[in-house]
Structure formats: C-alpha cells, structure tokens
C-alpha cells in the first residue's frame, strides 16, 4: 500500500522547515528508521529516519522548499495489504514492526490534525459565548518519542485565489519612477525589475522551482532574461545551463544599483527574533577591560606541550571560558535568570556554558553542560567538539537549550570588541576580542605586551553595576595571572 511520511514537529514547536537535501529518490528501497531527509528548522539542521520498510515512489517537496508541519513530504510503496479498517498489515522484515507501525501511525494522526479543516456547519467558533473551552493543543515528535502536551500554536496558514495566477499587466510606457508591489499568488512566481529604458522599468514575471533558482544564482544567470521553455513558460535546468555557456556580454544587463533579496528563514530567522526579544526584554548594560593576557599566552603554549592535551586544540578561547567558570562560582548571581512570571530570580548552581558560533547558516548557541565540573582538559575536548559540530550545521536543539552564560568570541574576527546581546534567559554574555601586540606599562617601564579587551552585557534586572564589575574584574584578574585560576578554583 501506499504511505505518505508527513512532517513532523521534531518536538521543539516546529510550524514549517526547510528541506535541505534529499537522501532517497524514487525507486530506491528504504528500511525503517533509514534517513531519507535533512530539513532545517528554526534552530539546526535535523535528519529525518522513514517508519516504514517500502519502495519511495515520489517525492512531494524539492530541495529548498518550505514545507509546512503536516503536509506530505515522501510517498513510499510499502508490503503491507489493505485491510478493512485502512490500516496496513504487520511489516516485512522488521521484528518489532507492530510498535513501528504504531508510532507511524501516531506521527500521521498528528500530522492530520495539525491540517486545519473547515468548521462543521453550526459549529461554535472556540471562545465564542456558550462555547467550551479550548482543548490544550497536541504536538508531534519524532517516531517513538511519545505525544506532549503545549500550548504552541500554529502559524495560520497563507490564503491562496481560488483561481490560477494571471501574470501583471506591463504598461506600455509606464509613467512613476516607483511601481507599488503586488501580492504574489505563487510562492515559486516572483517579480523583479529590470531596465527596459533610461528613465522607466518594467514588470517581470520569473516562474522557476527553487532548485532551478539556485542553479542560476551559483552559474550568475539572470532568470529575468531567460524564456522558460517548460510547463506555462516555466524556466528549466537545461535553459539556465544553455544561458551560462553564452558569453558574459550576452546575457542579461545587469542594472545599476540591482537589489538582492534573502528570504529570512531558518536559524537566521530563529536568531533575529530571540535578539529583538533579548533586547527589548532585558535592560541590557555593557562594561569594557583592556587588559594584559601576556601570560594566558604563555600558559597556552606551555598547555600545548602536556601530554594530556596532545588530543585536543588548546586556544585562549580555552583559559578565557576556565576564567568565567572560576568567576562565576564565586559570583553566582552572575549565572542566573529573570522569572517574568514568577517574579523571581532563578540562581542556578550549574553552569551550561554557552559558546557563541557563526556558521554558514547563521549564529548559534550550543552549550557545555555541566561545564563547571569538567577539567580542563575534559573542557577543552568539548569546546573543540562543540565548535566542529556548529560549523557543520550539525547541532541539536537539545544542545542549544538551557544555556545559563555565554563567551562569544569576536576576536577571530580580528576586531577588539563589542557590545553583545544577552542569549535569552540569561543574565550575562562576555565577548572576547582579538589579542595584539601593543604598548603597556609594566612596571613603570614600557613595553609591548599582548593585550585584549573584555566586553560584558548583564541584564541590570538582576546584576547591578558592582556586580558586574567585580565578575568582569574577576575574569581579567585570571586572565593576567593564570595562577590565580588555581588560587581560587
């Protein structure tokens, strides 16, 4: 029989994702639990395994697709015969088939009730007079991760004409420097400008599948030249590929000034909406210290040649996430966070240490849990392991969640500093800026000394400016004199 895998909530309060690339195509044989998809939520990258043993016969979304939770994303030819009641037969192969087949069918069920349906006729909009309340929404998960209970809720869904698209009118001699937009019915139907005189533009109507978008934008073909030789005009793979092997000076003329605009989806959707929260949520205050890490640096190069350390990257960065577990202990009002609800401070006698990561697809923040246990050089294995994961687009949300203070690092950058926001739920975030030779005092004589500067954000709900000086202070003290991390661990 015929099953169709829906997306699911992989149990973070998923309203869409993004499909990222296919690892299964039709006709190939696919086992339970194999992974067949990678689809990008609002925080990472998550690989998606099929509940069923079959052959795939189709896929319903391409790779940089949209998709909404609940909706269909693969169809799989499965051994199972039909029976009366709709549901398919015990699975082939499979030794614990019927439990894979009840989350299966679990995982469609919430699916389906995540399709929003027309109203009954008579029936009572929810909170209307005399209505019942409201039941509390379920979530999907993933295949064998049970059902919980939320109260997340479902972005509404965009309308759509109930007739086709009809492309825009394109004036004859159009008289405004500036066209107002359109509301676009075709999500793959987007219109751009380009030049048709000096002094006028004109109206493109592009219709092309996301995949033959990006063909074009990595081969710098402009769609709005191309006449699509597909179904309704559309442009192919093959028209991008016979546009890029014309000369340059034969294609389309690129017009002064020309914009580019990048959908916000993803991770950098997820980050810009948590540091618009952050910021206009916690009143932020930001100090700075310039100071001499002169001996961190040789405490780095001596750490490099101890044997324990031969497996792992031993780096500032390292000392400097040492010195901010030291400190907060001692300060511990600095790793804590605000209750709006509650109206309570929360104090946590842990500290997830989170390392700030830029990646192709955006800033993250996964954690070190627990990291106030660790040694140094079990410390040092995480941040690498840590860092690896973040660049390759690979960290789970678990990772990512509970976070209590963050390092971000900006001097790989090569700037000095910044003023960094709070990850939400925090109290504190302490940028790190780039080491550099420069002048400085050393008793009462000058000399050059590798120098770096300290940035801490606190929300001043919870830290007061004494606070925050004395763990800023605290941290620098460490920084110029490593030995001190012994003194007070």
Do not use: C
């Not at 972005?155 to 008289?175: F, H, I, M, Y």
């Not at 590929?241 to 000369?247: C, D, G, N």
């Not at 030779?437 to 050059?448: F, I, K, N, R, T």
């Amino acid at each position: 029989m015929r099953r169709e895998f829906k997306l699911p909530d992989v149990g973070e309060g998923l309203t869409e994702a993004e499909i990222v690339r296919w690892h299964a195509k039709p006709g190939d044989t696919v086992k339970v639990n194999q992974i067949v998809v990678e689809i990008e939520t609002a925080k990472s990258i998550v690989e998606l395994p099929i509940p069923w043993d079959g052959v795939v016969s189709g896929l319903m979304a391409d790779e940089g697709q949209t998709i909404d939770v609940g909706r269909p994303i693969i169809a799989v030819d499965t051994d199972e015969p039909d029976d009366a009641s709709g549901n398919g037969g015990r699975r082939a192969g499979a030794a614990d088939a019927g439990g894979v087949k009840a989350d299966a069918d679990r995982i469609e069920a919430l699916a389906d009730d995540m399709v929003p349906r027309p109203p009954a006729e008579g029936a009572v909009e929810p909170g209307a007079h005399g209505s019942p309340a409201p039941k509390e929404e379920r979530q999907a998960v993933l295949v064998g991760y049970g059902v919980k209970t939320g109260t997340t809720k479902r972005r509404p869904r965009k309308s759509r004409p109930d007739g086709p698209a009809q492309p825009p009118v394109v004036p004859a001699a159009p008289e405004p420097s500036v066209i107002p937009a359109t509301p676009v019915a075709n999500p793959s139907r987007v219109e751009v400008t380009a030049p048709s005189g000096p002094a006028a533009l004109r109206r493109v109507a592009v219709l092309a599948k996301p995949p033959v978008r990006k063909l074009a934008k990595d081969l710098g073909v402009d769609l709005t030249a191309l006449v699509g030789s597909g179904p309704n005009g559309s442009i192919t793979r093959d028209d991008v590929h016979a546009a890029a092997e014309q000369p340059a000076q034969e294609r389309a003329i690129t017009q002064q000034g020309e914009e580019e605009r990048i959908p916000v989806k993803g991770v950098r959707k997820m980050t810009a909406q948590a540091m618009v929260t952050s910021a206009f949520t916690a009143p932020h205050v930001t100090e700075f210290l310039q100071l001499d890490v002169t001996e961190t640096m040789e405490a780095v190069r001596r750490l490099r040649t101890i044997p324990d350390f031969a497996e792992v990257k031993v780096s500032p960065l390292l000392l400097v996430a040492k010195a901010v577990l030291t400190a907060a202990r001692r300060h511990p009002m600095i790793n804590s966070s605000w209750d709006e609800a509650a109206q309570e401070i929360v104090v946590k006698h842990y500290v997830n240490l989170g390392i700030a990561a830029a990646t192709p697809r955006g800033l993250v923040v996964p954690n070190i849990k627990s990291a106030h246990g660790l040694s140094l050089p079990e410390l040092a294995a995480e941040l690498g392991r840590l860092t690896e994961t973040a660049r390759a687009g690979r960290t789970q949300p678990a990772e990512m969640a509970g976070g209590t203070i963050t390092i971000t690092n900006v001097g790989v950058f090569g700037v000095d500093t910044g003023t960094p926001i709070l990850n939400p739920g925090e109290a504190a975030i302490l940028a790190f800026g780039q080491i550099r030779d420069m002048p400085w005092v050393v008793d009462g004589e000058l000399a050059v000394r590798k120098v770096t500067t300290l940035a801490l954000s606190f929300d001043h709900r919870i830290v007061d400016g004494e606070l925050g000086s004395l763990f800023l202070r605290d941290v620098g003290a460490m920084l110029e004199d490593p030995l001190r991390m012994l003194a007070w661990s």
